[in-house]
């Protein structure tokens, strides 16, 4: 909300919700903002819904906007596959609230141990976590390692964060040997600065 007060009228402000799933149970009012008439909400279904190739999401528009937008956009723009799928998705909201439930606690255990290795683990309300290492050699030293043992980490040196490996949640078996491969990591080179 301050960030939509601090903004010009004549800017649109667009939330890209893409990870708003795992978020809601925060009741933040960001659908609230559309009827002002200079927010709009976007959201997908790659994340939570698990449509990640089939390139689905929606949003919630002010109805100008909408007008606007309806002139620029293919008709064909979605394949019908994917119109399918997110059909069904959208008629399931228990599987996807159960998904992200899952989710949520894999993702909640593994970042409490890997803090219990002394690593920072930043909040996530996403289907991934943030791990900071003591350096950019370490964190690059840490995802060597895991790769020599076919575990993929992203290395966040792009985004601006050389010290940081990315972990999606996956399987709790695959999330099990990350983390035992970091734990054994730190105990053999976790000093590394």
């Not at 960030?3 to 925060?26: C, N, Q, S, T």
């Not at 698990?50 to 919630?60: I, Q, T």
Request: hydrophobic share 50%; net charge negative; with cysteine.
């Amino acid at each position: 909300m301050r960030l939509r007060d601090g903004l010009p009228g004549d800017v649109l402000l667009v939330i890209d919700e893409a990870y708003g799933e795992f978020a809601d149970h925060l009741s933040e009012a960001m659908f609230d903002l559309v009827a002002r008439g200079d927010t709009v909400v976007l959201r997908t279904l790659s994340k939570a819904y698990g449509l990640a190739g089939l390139r689905v999401g929606w949003g919630f528009f002010p109805a100008e906007i909408v007008g606007q937008l309806r002139k620029l956009l293919n008709p064909n723009n979605v394949a019908l596959a994917g119109q399918l799928a997110a059909t069904a998705a959208m008629h399931d909201q228990a599987y996807m609230r159960e998904t992200c439930a899952m989710t949520i606690a894999l993702r909640d255990a593994f970042a409490d141990r890997v803090r219990r290795m002394g690593l920072d683990v930043l909040e996530s309300f996403t289907n991934f976590v943030l791990i900071r290492f003591p350096s950019a050699k370490a964190a690059a030293d840490a995802d060597a390692a895991l790769r020599s043992e076919g575990v993929f980490l992203r290395p966040q040196t792009g985004a601006g964060l050389p010290d940081c490996l990315r972990a999606t949640i996956a399987q709790s078996e695959d999330m099990g040997l990350a983390a035992n491969l970091l734990e054994d990591w730190c105990t053999t080179k976790g000093n590394i600065r």
